[in-house]
C-alpha cells in the first residue's frame, strides 16, 4: 500500500524559512511525479510546485517562485518543500501528492504557520 507522509512544517517569522518532507512508502519505482500544493482558511486548496520523476523539470506558482525550491531524492522516495524569505500569506496546510499515471496519493498534511 502506497503511504504519503509529510513532516517539517511548523512556525517560523516572516523572511524566515523552513523545509517541509515528504516520505513515500510501497512504491517500487520512482516514476511518478510529485507536487506539492497548500491550503489556507478559507481558501481553495493551491499548486505551489511540481517535480518530475527524474527531478529534472520543476515548476512553481508565481506566488512562490523564486523563494520556493521543490527537490526529490529518489534513493530515500522522499521530496522536500525549501521555502525562503517566508510571508504570512504562506501560512497553510501544505500537501504532498504523487501522482502516477491517472493515480493521485495524497499525505495528511504538514501545517505552516508564518507570523511575527
Known amino acids: 500500500q502506497v503511504q504519503v507522509v509529510e513532516s517539517g512544517g511548523g512556525s517560523a517569522q516572516p523572511a524566515g524559512s523552513l523545509r517541509p518532507s515528504c516520505a513515500v512508502s510501497g512504491v517500487t519505482s520512482s516514476s511518478y511525479l510529485m507536487n506539492w500544493d497548500r491550503q489556507a482558511p478559507g481558501k481553495e486548496r493551491e499548486l505551489v510546485a511540481v517535480i518530475t520523476n527524474t527531478g529534472r523539470i520543476t515548476t512553481y506558482a508565481d506566488s512562490v517562485k523564486g523563494r520556493f525550491t521543490i527537490s526529490r531524492d529518489n534513493a530515500k522516495n522522499t521530496a522536500y518543500l525549501q521555502m525562503n524569505s517566508l510571508k504570512p500569506e504562506d501560512t497553510a496546510v501544505y500537501y504532498c501528492?504523487?501522482?502516477?499515471?491517472?493515480?493521485?496519493?495524497w499525505g495528511q498534511g504538514t501545517q505552516v504557520t508564518v507570523s511575527s
Open positions: 501528492n504523487i501522482k502516477r499515471g491517472t493515480s493521485d496519493c
